[in-house]
């Protein structure tokens, strides 16, 4: 995964969220196969800020990090988002159940 040199990154950012850093790396897993999927020179590997109009940009790894730790904290968890079926109905209300499951499975892969 290009992601892998970043993996003291996720921890350290998750840790200042107070996030599972587990999260961070289901979400990636689930949206861009760690980012082996993800739309070119993006670093965009959680579809964050998705919409019709095309995907959110970051400038690196490092930034998009930092922003989707920050936006989970801030717009999912603080708010009352905690198990990956509440943070579906927000993240990507569309999904019959499949993102969830598919959270919930790599969460599980990685305990």
């Known amino acids: 995964s290009p992601l892998l040199p970043f993996a003291q990154a996720l921890v350290e950012t998750s840790d200042k969220y107070g ?3 587990r ?5 990636a897993q689930q949206e861009s196969n760690l980012c082996k999927k993800a739309p070119t ?3 965009n590997c ?3 800020g998705g919409h019709s109009r095309g995907v959110l940009r970051f400038v690196s790894y490092e930034e998009a990090i930092g ?3 920050k936006g989970m904290r801030e717009e999912y968890i603080d708010k009352g988002y905690t198990t990956p079926e509440e943070i579906m109905a927000k993240y ?3 999904s019959p159940g499949t993102w ?3 959270i ?3 969460l599980g892969e990685m305990e």
Request: no cysteine; proline share 4%.
């Open 23 to 27: 999260l961070l790396v289901a979400i």
């Open 46 to 48: 959680w579809g964050w």
């Open 92 to 94: 990507t209300p569309l």
């Open 67 to 69: 922003e989707v730790a």
């Open 104 to 106: 919930r499975q790599f």
């Open 19 to 21: 996030l599972d850093f």
């Open 41 to 43: 020179d993006s670093y």
């Open 100 to 102: 969830a499951a598919g």
